[in-house]
């Protein structure tokens, strides 16, 4: 009989951040079943569109993609698609499909996670055609490169490696032709506030070390030090899920201050009531007339806590540091 596997408390809370994969992915999935923003791809992912969610986790969800969206489209347009964008922490993510039909794709699209999420990604991929033929298609050889923990074509790859440990990471993007010479950006969702802070500086300086021309952004928790985000921290703790990194989300000012100190040039932050107000506003009235808000303030009190952060360097003068809402 095989010996029980020894689980650690590090192997606990890895599974609790992989648990928030699918959190993010059903919230997506019944907000675009609502009407909130249109993603055809998302159903290949999450079959089932789950249980209600309340219209101010919708809304929060809303925010969060347009904004990120807003930046990451204004990055490609600022390079004219010559550029790549990376990933991290991906999860289920589908922008690679939507850049597609949107005709914004990068010169490559890379995804980083977790093993067992990438592994799930291509068994999805594998299966679904309205997935994989849109890879096939941007790729110009007959064969893919393809197993369970990776998946590589001109276009579009995803790898499995743990961002906590930098130099694997880095050798694994360059064996899938990273170019650090290319304009890039890096992509992160609720992912730095799962790291340690010497974690999160180390990745941070790396990408700022390596890539001379670059964006970086970053959506996650801020003004955590008040009651209602120390709810939010005893609330995910419940579920053996550990903000790390909370410190760094004290305040936007502290999200900055990550940034220049690992060597980023210009940084901006704002907190997601402000993207809220400032996103194309016939849009919002749209999305507002979808369900009825009880709860005005809660919703206030959400996107208060939430935020996006972003910084760049530009040795090319592209103007990136020009880019914001």
């Known amino acids: 009989m095989a010996a029980r596997p020894h689980f650690t408390d590090s192997d606990t809370a890895d599974e609790a951040v992989r648990a928030t994969c699918d959190d993010a992915s059903t919230c997506k999935r019944f907000a675009t ?71 914004l794709l990068p010169k490559k699209f890379f995804e980083v996670d977790f093993p067992a999420i990438v592994a799930r990604k291509i068994h999805n991929i594998k299966t679904k055609p309205p997935l994989s033929k849109p890879i096939v298609e941007t790729h110009s050889t ?9 998946l590589d074509s001109d276009r579009y790859c995803i790898i499995a490696a743990d961002l906590r440990d930098v130099a694997n990471l880095e050798s694994k993007l360059k064996k899938f032709q990273l170019n650090t010479e290319l304009p890039t950006l890096f992509l992160s969702e609720c992912v730095l506030v799962y790291m340690t802070p010497p974690q999160s500086f180390s990745l941070l300086h790396w990408a700022a070390k390596t890539f001379h021309t670059a964006m970086f952004i970053n959506y996650e928790q801020v003004n955590m030090s008040d009651r209602f985000g120390q709810v939010m921290i005893e609330n995910l703790q419940r579920r053996q899920c550990s903000l790390t990194g909370v410190e760094a989300c004290q305040s936007l000012d502290s999200q900055k201050e990550r940034f220049l100190s690992t060597g980023w040039e210009n940084t901006d932050a704002l907190d997601m009531m402000t993207v809220y107000s400032v996103l194309p506003q016939d849009d919002v009235s749209r999305i507002e007339a979808l369900e009825f808000l009880d709860e005005k303030e809660l919703l206030q009190q959400l996107l208060q806590h939430y935020n996006i952060c972003w910084a760049s360097k530009d040795k090319l003068n592209l103007g990136l540091s020009q880019l914001t809402f």
């Open 33 to 103: 079943s609502k009407g909130y923003w249109k993603d055809p791809y998302i159903q290949y992912f999450v079959r089932s569109v789950g249980e209600r969610k309340a219209p101010e986790i919708n809304r929060g969800y809303y925010a969060r993609v347009q904004g990120v969206n807003q930046l990451l489209d204004a990055f490609i347009r600022k390079t004219q698609c010559d550029c790549q964008v990376i990933n991290l922490g991906a999860g289920l993510d589908t922008t690679f499909w939507r850049l597609k039909d949107e005709n």
């Open 142 to 150: 007959d064969s893919l490169l393809l197993d369970s923990r990776s």
